[in-house]
């Protein structure tokens, strides 16, 4: 071996830098977390927008255009935050329902618990109603977990047809 071979062994072993190229396994994962946790800010901002138009006695031209931005900064935030803290199961071989359901319930009694705390610090610029953020909260629970389930069902039936790693041991 030569001193180029060496010195990129040893930085490949080092403890404390590693050079790691991602596996065709490890994208594929990414991409499934990423595509899971895209439709959940999409239900967590469609569920905002629709109570928040369910409640509101304004018509709904103006009442989003009154709708502070805030609010929508706010939410997707906060569940930025506690997504990333608790992760997302379906990327695992096997994954049993109430492995998703223990995972939504921490998500959102976390993202519950940030808004919560969020809304305190900023009381001058968020004006808080608890009636409306209890219904969002219990919808967007319910809409999150149906869709961990229904991305469950997808990605069993998509590794079903073949696309699925596994090791083989010889």
Not at 86 to 98: C, K, M, N
Request: aromatic fraction near 10%; hydrophobic fraction near 50%.
């Amino acid at each position: 071996m030569d001193k180029t071979e060496l010195l990129e062994k040893k930085l490949h072993t080092s403890k404390h830098f590693t050079l790691r190229m991602e596996t065709k396994k490890e994208r594929k994962i990414l991409t499934i977390r990423n595509l899971v946790a895209l439709g959940e800010f999409i239900l967590l901002n469609l569920c905002f927008l629709a109570v928040f138009l369910l409640l509101v006695k304004t018509p709904p031209a103006e009442a989003i255009k009154n709708l502070p931005r805030s609010y929508l900064v706010m939410i997707n935030l906060a569940y930025a935050i506690s997504l990333s803290h608790v992760g997302i199961v379906l990327d695992q071989r096997i994954v049993t329902i109430d492995k998703i359901t223990g995972k939504v319930t921490k998500t959102c009694s976390l993202y519950a618990l940030l808004i919560l705390l969020i809304s305190v610090f900023l009381v001058g610029t968020i004006n808080i109603n608890m009636t409306f953020w209890s219904i969002y909260l219990c919808a967007f629970y319910i809409c999150a977990l149906c869709w961990r389930i229904v991305a469950r069902i997808i990605l069993k039936h998509y590794r079903s047809k073949g696309n699925n790693y596994r090791r083989v041991i010889i």
